[in-house]
């Protein structure tokens, strides 16, 4: 099982749509979660945290769910340039490396 | 402030050469990071430094790859030899704490083609 396992996408949906990304993770200890965002050939850049109690940032929304090692981000009233690939990232211990999935490819049409 | 420095950014490279890749990260960030990111796939941590200490070396092919920090701020990552299967795009990262998401950069990366 790999350690962090996203949804293989891509998802091509129409300008004011609502979209939502799954992950999940395999080790149970992991400390801290993020969901990165990649534009084509670019480097990735943190978009939100994720929070146990939820984490709401505008459009988009984070929820943590660690009994089911699950995690998720929706996306609200989608806009052209939030077409990119969505990372999910997860540290699992104090001063280790996150640990990225593979990413899930968002296109929004006009 | 300034970013996450990489150089070169595009290499070209037959197979069985070597290459190797320069990484200045953020002032005063102890961690520094190395992935390699296949097309299509996340990125995966090749290497992790803290200071010029190596943290987490077990995903690097070691017969291969070799990566230095010897003065605890500038880095440099070889192939030598390289395969085709070593094409990727080379990100490297820092941070102020070492593991913290909201604390990493990254550089634009080095794109590594292997023919």
């Known amino acids: 099982r790999k350690e962090v396992e996203q949804d293989p996408g891509p998802f091509n949906v129409p300008e004011g749509a609502t979209v939502a990304f799954n992950c999940t993770y395999s080790n149970s200890a992991s400390q801290s979660f993020f969901w990165y965002r990649q534009d084509c050939r670019k480097e990735p850049k943190l978009l939100m945290s994720?929070?146990?109690s939820g984490n709401e940032d505008g459009r988009f929304t984070a929820q943590l769910n660690r009994a089911s090692q699950y995690i998720s981000l929706l996306i609200r009233d989608s806009k052209l340039s939030d077409s990119a690939t969505y990372l999910c990232v997860v540290n699992p211990g104090a001063g280790t490396a996150l640990i990225f999935g593979k990413g899930t490819t968002l296109s929004v049409s006009s | 402030e300034a970013g996450v420095a990489q150089s070169p950014r595009y290499k070209i490279i037959e197979k069985r050469q070597s290459v190797a890749f320069w990484c200045n990260p953020i002032s005063g960030h102890a961690t520094l990071y190395w992935y390699q990111q296949i097309l299509g796939q996340g990125p995966k941590l090749l290497i992790q430094?803290?200071?010029?200490?190596?943290?987490?070396d077990s995903q690097l092919p070691k017969d291969r790859f070799s990566a230095e920090r010897l003065k605890g701020v500038d880095s440099t990552l070889k192939i030598q030899p390289a395969k085709l299967e070593d094409s990727a795009v080379y990100l490297c990262?820092?941070?102020?704490?070492?593991?913290?998401?909201?604390?990493?950069?990254f550089g634009e990366g080095s794109w590594l083609t292997v023919v």
């Open positions: 994720v929070y146990s």
């Open positions: 430094f803290q200071n010029n200490g190596v943290v987490d």
């Open positions: 990262a820092s941070s102020l704490f070492a593991g913290d998401g909201n604390t990493i950069y």
